[in-house]
C-alpha cells in the first residue's frame, strides 16, 4: 500500500436507512463517514499503513453485504499531538464525523477533551499508556493498557527467562513515564530493584551515550519504552553494535516491520501481544486470515487484525442503532455501545470492555523475533 496523507473509502452496511450528523443523503442511499486519524507517514508510519489495511479489508467485506454505504475518511496524525488536532478537527468539523479510529498515546491525549467537548466517539486499538485511563468519556480502547501487560511480561522475564537485573531506557513522554512508573512498581514487587533508568527524547537518532551508562550496569534485560518501531529498531541495533547480547523486553508497538529490517539483531527480544492465531479454526477468525491472505498474498498480523475488527464493531453498533431508528451520533454510538456490548468477539479474539475507564482485557502472549518473523512462545493467561 503507498503512503497517503488522506484517503476516502466507500463500504457497505446492512441496516434500515437513516440520515443523521455524519451522514449524506445520495438519492435512496445513505453514506455514513467514518474517521481514520492514524499515522500514516514518518516513524510509525509503516504500522499506521498495516492498521490501515485491516480497516480496509473490513470495508470491502461490509460493502460486499450491504446497501448502506459509509466513507471512511484518513487523515495522517504522523503520531503527533498538533497533527492529531489538526486531523481531529477537520473531520469533526469539516467531514462532521461522529466516530473517529485513532491511536498513539500523544495524540489521543491531545484530542480527548475535543472528542468531549464536541461528543465525537473514539475507539483505540493502538493507544497503551495507562495515563489514558478515564482520559473521556467518548474514548475507548480495544488495545490493553501496559500497566496491565507489564504485570504480566515482568514475572514472566524473572522466572522464565531468568532476568535478575533490569535496565529501563525511558522515552519522555506521557507513555513513556506512565509506563516507566508502572514497570518500577511491578519490579519492585517482584522483589527486585533496577540497574539503571536512562531516558531520551522522542527525536533522538543516537541512543549510544544513555546505552553506554545501561550496559555498564551489566542488566539481564533492558525494557524500552517507545512506541515507534523505527526508533526501537534503532536502539536495538545500536546496542548490538556495542557489544550487548541481552535481552530486549517491550509490549505490542514493537511488532512493527521496522525491527524485522535490522535481522538477526532483534532476536532475544520478548514483547507482549493480545493472542491473535492465524491457525485458529473458529469462523470469524479463519474468514478474516483466508480473505487478508487472498488480498495480499500474506497473512495478516495482530494490527490489522484489530483494526478489521474496529470496523466491524462500528458496524454492529451503528447495525443496531439503525433497526431502532436511532440516529448515529457520537453520544448515540456511545449510549449503544456501552449498554449492548461488555464483549465483543472478533477476529483477534474476545475484547471484555471496562467503559467505567476506557480500558479492555484481552488474552495475552510473549512474542519473540526469530528467523525473520514475530513468534509467539507462551501464553501468560
Known amino acids: 500500500m503507498t503512503m497517503i496523507d488522506r484517503r476516502s473509502v466507500v463500504l457497505g452496511l446492512s441496516a434500515a436507512p437513516f440520515l443523521t450528523r455524519g451522514a449524506v443523503s445520495q438519492g435512496v442511499s445513505t453514506t455514513y463517514r467514518l474517521g481514520f486519524l492514524m499515522p500514516l507517514t514518518g516513524g510509525s508510519g509503516k504500522l499506521g499503513q498495516m492498521?490501515?489495511?485491516?480497516?480496509?479489508?473490513?470495508?470491502?467485506?461490509?460493502?460486499?453485504?450491504?446497501?448502506?454505504?459509509?466513507?471512511?475518511?484518513?487523515?495522517?496524525?504522523?503520531?503527533?499531538?498538533?497533527?492529531?488536532?489538526?486531523?481531529?478537527?477537520?473531520?469533526?468539523?469539516?467531514?462532521?464525523?461522529?466516530?473517529?479510529?485513532?491511536?498513539?498515546?500523544?495524540?489521543?491525549?491531545?484530542?480527548?477533551?475535543?472528542?468531549?467537548?464536541?461528543?465525537?466517539?473514539?475507539?483505540?486499538?493502538?493507544?497503551?499508556?495507562?495515563?489514558?485511563?478515564?482520559?473521556?468519556?467518548?474514548?475507548?480502547?480495544?488495545?490493553?493498557?501496559?500497566?496491565?501487560?507489564?504485570?504480566?511480561?515482568?514475572?514472566?522475564?524473572?522466572?522464565?527467562?531468568?532476568?535478575?537485573?533490569?535496565?529501563?531506557?525511558?522515552?519522555?513522554?506521557?507513555?513513556?513515564?506512565?509506563?516507566?512508573?508502572?514497570?518500577?512498581?511491578?519490579?519492585?514487587?517482584?522483589?527486585?530493584?533496577?540497574?539503571?533508568?536512562?531516558?531520551?527524547?522522542?527525536?533522538?537518532?543516537?541512543?549510544?551515550?544513555?546505552?553506554?551508562?545501561?550496559?555498564?550496569?551489566?542488566?539481564?534485560?533492558?525494557?524500552?519504552?517507545?512506541?515507534?518501531?523505527?526508533?526501537?529498531?534503532?536502539?536495538?541495533?545500536?546496542?548490538?553494535?556495542?557489544?550487548?547480547?541481552?535481552?530486549?523486553?517491550?509490549?505490542?508497538?514493537?511488532?512493527?516491520?521496522?525491527?524485522?529490517?535490522?535481522?538477526?539483531?532483534?532476536?532475544?527480544?520478548f514483547y507482549t501481544s493480545p493472542t491473535f492465531d492465524t491457525t485458529a479454526r473458529n469462523e470469524t477468525t479463519r474468514k478474516f486470515v483466508d480473505a487478508f491472505t487472498r488480498k495480499h498474498s500474506r497473512p495478516p498480523n495482530i494490527h490489522q487484525a484489530n483494526h478489521y475488527d474496529l470496523v466491524q464493531l462500528f458496524s454492529a453498533v451503528a447495525a443496531n442503532l439503525a433497526r431502532e431508528k436511532a440516529p448515529l451520533t457520537g453520544q448515540a454510538f456511545r449510549t449503544e455501545l456501552t449498554s449492548k456490548f461488555p464483549t465483543y468477539d472478533g477476529a483477534a479474539g474476545r475484547y471484555r470492555f471496562n467503559f467505567a475507564d476506557g480500558s479492555v482485557m484481552r488474552s495475552t502472549v510473549v512474542k519473540t523475533v526469530k528467523d525473520g518473523a514475530f513468534v509467539k512462545i507462551a501464553d501468560l493467561d
Open 51 to 269: 492498521m490501515l489495511e485491516g480497516s480496509q479489508l473490513a470495508v470491502d467485506e461490509i460493502n460486499a453485504e450491504g446497501s448502506r454505504k459509509i466513507e471512511l475518511i484518513a487523515e495522517d496524525s504522523q503520531a503527533l499531538a498538533k497533527n492529531g488536532i489538526d486531523g481531529f478537527r477537520k473531520l469533526a468539523e469539516v467531514d462532521k464525523v461522529p466516530f473517529v479510529i485513532t491511536g498513539w498515546t500523544a495524540v489521543v491525549a491531545a484530542i480527548a477533551p475535543l472528542a468531549t467537548e464536541s461528543k465525537v466517539y473514539l475507539l483505540s486499538a493502538s493507544s497503551a499508556s495507562p495515563a489514558l485511563r478515564s482520559v473521556s468519556p467518548y474514548f475507548q480502547s480495544t488495545w490493553m493498557f501496559d500497566d496491565e501487560t507489564v504485570r504480566l511480561i515482568l514475572p514472566y522475564a524473572a522466572q522464565k527467562l531468568n532476568v535478575a537485573k533490569l535496565g529501563l531506557l525511558t522515552e519522555v513522554s506521557d507513555l513513556g513515564a506512565a509506563l516507566g512508573a508502572s514497570i518500577k512498581k511491578e519490579w519492585s514487587r517482584l522483589g527486585k530493584e533496577l540497574s539503571i533508568e536512562e531516558s531520551f527524547q522522542s527525536k533522538e537518532t543516537n541512543f549510544r551515550p544513555s546505552l553506554l551508562k545501561i550496559l555498564a550496569t551489566k542488566p539481564d534485560a533492558i525494557y524500552n519504552t517507545s512506541s515507534n518501531g523505527k526508533l526501537s529498531a534503532q536502539v536495538v541495533r545500536q546496542a548490538r553494535e556495542l557489544g550487548y547480547e541481552g535481552i530486549f523486553l517491550s509490549y505490542g508497538a514493537f511488532e512493527d516491520p521496522e525491527i524485522l529490517a535490522i535481522g538477526q539483531k532483534a532476536e532475544k527480544c
